[in-house]
């Protein structure tokens, strides 16, 4: 008992440091269409920075084309189109006229299935920085090192740099997926289902990771894993059918949601 309380008075003090944290983005009456269809009606409500923030719900809800909206990832995909507003600082990045590729950099994204390209380990991380401009040798090995480090894998393969990244582990190269994005220097992480095609160790240093992470990044993570929302994440986010149900403290959604929809959802009823 004394435990429980003890658990609950870290949460909730948890919970308060994150809502003092900024709002990094704030999402203002944001739908999203494929075609006629809308996956997404009209939601609002502001991410935190510094926090872990979990979109959960069943599937076909509209999670993934949420996060995908937030880097534009959905312009690559014929007849989709977001309307509402997505504001990250001053900026609008649904405007028309916003820099793609800078953009990119900024929130970076991480997907479900590892996916590093057939070169080295090192070439997966200098590949994106050559192109963004950084050519110097030394420059680039200190970035590689850095990124590698931050991204937990540093000690695992420094000494196989060369090696091909298709070598390595599916952990592995999701921490180097996750390596490769850190590189870019961004501020906000998405990241898709990220541990779920993985075995349960390499999903503890994902989620070990994360924590980690979220103290120099703002992570925003779809999952469908009930109690990986409820180790990792700071805030979630209860998506039905396109709906934003409830967006709160997650201590708060796992143990008294506000809406019957998300209590029934988390204790399996429903998805
Ligand atoms: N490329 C696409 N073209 C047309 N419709 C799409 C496309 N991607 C998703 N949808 C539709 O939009 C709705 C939301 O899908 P979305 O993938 O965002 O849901 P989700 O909550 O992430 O699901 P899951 O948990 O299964 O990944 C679904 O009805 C889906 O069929």
């Known amino acids: 008992m004394v435990a429980e309380l003890e658990r609950n008075t870290v949460l909730d003090g948890g919970a308060e440091m994150v809502n003092a944290q900024p709002h990094i983005l704030k999402i203002r009456d944001l739908s999203i269409y494929y075609g006629e269809k809308r996956a997404v009606?009209?939601?609002?409500?502001?991410?935190?920075?510094?926090?872990?923030?979990?979109?959960?719900?069943?599937?076909?809800?509209?999670?993934?084309?949420?996060?995908?909206?937030?880097?534009?990832?959905?312009?690559?995909?014929?007849?989709?189109r977001a309307e509402g507003e997505i504001m990250y600082e001053d900026l609008n990045i649904l405007r028309g006229d916003v820099n793609l590729v800078e953009l990119r950099k900024e929130i970076g994204m991480v997907f479900q299935k590892p996916n590093p390209f057939p070169k080295s380990i090192y070439n997966n991380i200098t590949h994106a920085l050559k192109f963004a401009g950084t050519k110097r040798k030394g420059d680039l090995d200190q970035l590689v090192e850095e990124s590698l480090r931050k991204a937990a894998l540093w000690d695992e393969v420094k000494d196989r740099l060369?090696?091909?990244?298709?070598?390595?582990?599916?952990?592995?190269?999701?921490?180097?997926?996750?390596?490769?994005?850190?590189?870019?220097?961004?501020?906000?992480?998405?990241?898709?289902?990220?541990?779920?095609a993985l075995d349960p160790i390499s999903n503890a240093k994902i989620e070990e990771l994360m924590l980690d992470l979220k103290k120099e990044y703002s992570i925003i993570i779809v999952t469908h894993n009930m109690q990986q929302a409820s180790r990792i994440s700071d805030k979630t986010a209860f998506f039905l059918n396109g709906d934003l149900v409830e967006y709160d403290a997650t201590e708060t959604i796992f143990t008294r949601p506000s809406q019957k929809q998300t209590e029934d959802y988390i204790s399996g009823r429903f998805g």
Do not use: W, Y
């Open 41 to 80: 009606n009209s939601i609002s409500f502001d991410i935190h920075q510094h926090a872990v923030t979990a979109l959960i719900g069943p599937s076909g809800c509209g999670k993934s084309t949420f996060l995908r909206s937030i880097n534009r990832m959905n312009d690559l995909i014929p007849g989709a």
């Open 162 to 196: 060369h090696d091909s990244a298709l070598s390595l582990s599916g952990g592995q190269q999701q921490r180097l997926c996750i390596a490769r994005t850190l590189a870019m220097k961004p501020t906000v992480l998405l990241l898709d289902e990220p541990a779920s």
